[in-house]
């Protein structure tokens, strides 16, 4: 991609980033009386098939489909964003030998967005055709199967393959050229090393159990973050402080909730001066980033509208906007 097709490309996202919301617009979403009202105004802005129908899966799911319809438009070389769908091919691999070990089928498990889609991948596990796998996946899907299918330890599959799923994502981070991604991966690894960090603490996880589940890293130091978090939270906030993610220390003494927002709000903070680059695909990475939280904040208000929670409950949950 030259720089002429880079300037166009970027010229396009600029413009939709637009209709992107705002924080401001957000609140007027958090501000609408019940679910329905949500509906009407996301509606009016355009989202969903243009058809009115107020099917909340079915408009978010679509939203979904349409930044990748725009992506597959304006970047000629797809490859840049396959990283970004590890994440949902590594659960259609668990998903695909947890059915396949357990012989329980469940509908609407798998992701059909990836390189690999559902009934696809369960063909897959179900033939043992690791072969036809990516990279590393093959030696993943089979230990994961072994693994499950001769424990029936469902908590070991899930961290094998979402160890493999993070190794994977700093991989493709270490080789990529473009800055964004190599920051994302950084970022996504890290922060989910200091979730498992916080979770096991929480379920008395051993150091062992969080270094298996945890992925080496730049920013963070998996070694010393399990055994933080195996002394307890204040642990695991006194290490953070020392670390680039010192704000999720104050985060995580403030609720759950709000260490779950401002692990979403890191990432912003690391895709936002793609706003200000015209000539790499920096910015069209940002606008899928974007788009995806964006989405996530307006299931987080629907779903707490279709729970009746008050407002600053929801509130807390809310995730900063791109725009």
């Not at 438009?73 to 769908?85: K, N, Q, R, Y």
């Not at 999720?248 to 779950?260: Q, R, T, V």
């Not at 939280?293 to 929801?314: A, L």
Request: charged share 30%; aromatic share 8%; hydrophobic share 40%.
């Amino acid at each position: 991609m030259n720089d002429l097709e880079y300037t166009y490309a970027v010229a396009r996202i600029r413009a939709l980033e637009n209709s992107l919301f705002s924080n401001s617009e957000i609140e007027r979403l958090l501000a609408c009386p019940d679910e329905e009202q949500c509906l009407q105004l996301l509606s009016e802005r355009g989202w969903g098939d243009g058809t009115g129908s107020m099917d909340v899966s079915a408009m978010l799911k679509r939203e979904e489909e349409k930044t990748w319809e725009v992506i597959r438009e304006l970047a000629p070389d797809m490859s840049v964003f396959d990283v970004l769908s590890y994440p949902k091919l590594y659960h259609n691999l668990k998903a695909a030998v947890k059915q396949v070990c357990t012989e329980v089928e469940s509908e609407n498990i798998f992701y059909e967005d990836c390189s690999i889609p559902g009934r696809e991948m369960l063909q897959i596990v179900k033939n043992k055709e690791w072969a036809r796998l990516p990279g590393n996946m093959g030696e993943t899907a089979a230990e994961a199967y072994d693994t499950l299918l001769h424990t029936r330890d469902g908590q070991l599959c899930d961290v094998i393959v979402d160890r493999a799923a993070l190794d994977a994502i700093y991989e493709a981070g270490r080789r990529a050229e473009d800055e964004i991604i190599q920051n994302y991966a950084e970022s996504t690894v890290a922060i989910a090393n200091i979730k498992i960090a916080v979770r096991s603490q929480k379920t008395a996880k051993s150091v062992d159990f969080m270094k298996r589940a945890m992925a080496p890293c730049q920013s963070v130091n998996v070694e010393q973050l399990a055994r933080a978090a195996a002394g307890g939270m204040d642990a695991i906030r006194d290490y953070l402080s020392g670390t680039a993610y010192a704000e999720g220390a104050k985060a995580l003494e403030e609720s759950s909730s709000a260490f779950e927002r401002w692990c979403d709000n890191r990432m912003m903070e690391t895709i936002r001066p793609q706003k200000y680059n015209s000539f790499s695909v920096g910015p069209l990475v940002a606008y899928v980033l974007a788009r995806e939280s964006e989405i996530k904040t307006v299931r987080i208000i629907i779903t707490g509208k279709q729970n009746g929670f008050p407002e600053e409950s929801i509130r807390e949950r809310i995730r900063e906007m791109y725009v």
